[in-house]
């Protein structure tokens, strides 16, 4: 998970990057914030998880019991990803 995070921020920082002086940046870069703020409280349950990891029972690989956190995680790496792909469009 903590790979799937990396990966969104990322995405997020690039898609800052490409949104700075255009015309709509603003609006993206409200966008790009909201998603760094779930990406960051993602974080903040990888972290703390990894800490309480050696007391508790990890559930099995491919179970479906995953925390709120790693949903929103998975959310904000789709927003990124659906983010940047719209703006490589709007460059081309």
Same mark, same amino acid.
């Given at each position: 998970m903590a790979d799937e995070l990396y990966k969104a921020y990322n995405l997020l920082i690039l898609a800052c990057l490409r949104s700075y002086g255009r015309p709509q940046a603003p609006e993206n870069f409200r966008r790009i914030i909201a998603s760094l703020v779930e990406l960051r409280e993602a974080w903040e349950f990888v972290d703390a998880a990894a800490a309480r990891a050696p007391r508790r029972r990890? $559930?099995? $690989?491919?179970?479906s019991e995953s925390p709120p956190s790693a949903e929103a995680a998975r959310v904000a790496n789709r927003r990124a990803r659906r983010f940047a792909a719209r703006q490589g469009a709007k460059n081309s």
């Open positions: 990890r $559930a099995k $690989a491919g179970s």
